[in-house]
């Protein structure tokens, strides 16, 4: 079993960046394929971006291209979500996910582990 803690979140204005990052401990983040994800208040839960468990295959939601980068280090159990150019639509609670599968999914089911959430607020 994994423990994730996400942080990083915080109060922004349109256009500027943040980076959130998601420690593990209990085991190993290279076991998992990692995702970040978003939930607005009265709206189901989003896929961000998501990390093959070897750092070499990287998926992105639509709305987030071009603008969010998603990376991690292994060696130190630790994921990241690079956010530029942030937009008042992206305020939301992001929380980061563990999947044990074989192929990187954007789907919430698929994800065994989830952090507690770290909020994002961007003001226009």
């Known amino acids: 079993q994994v423990q994730l803690v996400e942080s990083g979140g915080g109060l922004v204005q349109a256009g500027d960046s943040l980076r959130l990052s998601c420690a593990a401990s209990g085991r190993t983040l290279r076991t998992y394929n990692m995702g970040w994800f978003r939930q607005a208040p009265g709206k189901e839960r989003e896929f961000v971006a998501g990390i093959y468990r070897d750092g070499n295959s990287m998926d992105y939601g639509e709305a987030v291209k071009g603008r969010f980068t998603i990376s991690r280090d292994n060696a130190r159990n630790t994921v990241y979500l690079q956010m530029n150019s942030l937009k008042p639509e992206d305020t939301a609670v992001y929380y980061c996910?563990?999947?044990?599968?074989?192929?990187?999914?954007?789907?919430?089911?698929?994800?065994?582990?989830w952090g507690q959430g770290t909020q994002v607020t961007v003001s226009s």
């Open positions: 996910a563990a999947d044990m599968g074989i192929v990187l999914s954007p789907r919430v089911g698929e994800y065994e582990y």
